[in-house]
């Protein structure tokens, strides 16, 4: 009998332990939420490198990655080092970007646009958004098709290297914009300032492994593994 209650025991304590270091560890997440520009994280994909496959291949993915995005967190890092920046919040360099060395707004933008880019999409994503967030598209651009027709004209018609954005400005109104090279909508050099929802990376980085100079297919493809699930906490955050 005694056995039996020490197992027990031990067993509770294991649970205790466990369910108290999910605690501390989702205080931390919650904390990490809002991080200075140098307590900034490389954060994890969030999904294995072939997890959006056949839409992007899992190559494309690990490169974009594990090449392109680390390097721009790496100089974005090395830039920022020992300056005011460091204590500083991301928005708020990007708000006075251009008083800063370009390598910020390069490397910065980089780092910021592929994660992002990143969390917006996932595995069997696609479909419509739900809620206040699909009212709102309705209601800017008419319908979703028209927004979607919009949003992909916006990709393609980017020249050269850049993203393709749904934003939200401060009045609370959607827009879709391009920026060019790692430019985002947060940027005091932008024409259009908004918050960040929605963002498709149309540098040839991004899809020309599998469709060599086709940017069209790869912007048809990416409305297939979009996370709407995501865009509408950004929505929401705003
Ligand atoms: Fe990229």
Not at 95 to 105: I, Q
Request: proline share 3%; glycine share 6%; aromatic share 14%.
């Amino acid at each position: 009998m005694n056995k039996i209650l020490a197992i027990l025991l031990v067993i509770g304590l294991s649970y205790t332990v466990h369910a108290e270091g999910v605690h501390v560890n989702n205080q931390a997440v919650q904390a990490c939420e809002r991080q200075t520009v140098g307590e900034t994280e490389f954060k994890a994909l969030p999904y294995s490198y072939d997890a959006l496959e056949p839409y992007i291949d899992k190559l494309t993915v690990e490169i974009h990655y594990s090449k392109h995005h680390q390097s721009y967190y790496t100089k974005f890092m090395a830039a920022i080092k020992g300056t005011e920046m460091a204590s500083m919040y991301i928005e708020d360099v990007f708000k006075n970007v251009s008083k800063y060395p370009l390598a910020v707004r390069n490397n910065g933008g980089g780092y910021y646009n592929h994660m992002l880019y990143w969390e917006n999409m996932k595995a069997n994503g696609g479909g419509l958004p739900t809620g206040r967030l699909l009212s709102a598209i309705q209601k800017e651009f008419g319908s979703f098709d028209a927004f979607k027709t919009q949003f992909s004209d916006a990709a393609k018609t980017r020249f050269g290297s850049g993203w393709a954005w749904l934003s939200v400005d401060n009045n609370n109104k959607l827009f879709i914009s391009s920026t060019p090279n790692q430019d985002n909508p947060l940027m005091d050099v932008v024409e259009q300032k908004g918050t960040p929802l929605l963002v498709l990376d149309v540098w040839e980085h991004a899809y020309y492994l599998n469709y060599q100079n086709k940017r069209a297919n790869y912007i048809d493809a990416f409305w297939k593994i979009i996370n709407w699930d995501v865009v509408e906490k950004r929505f929401m955050k705003k």
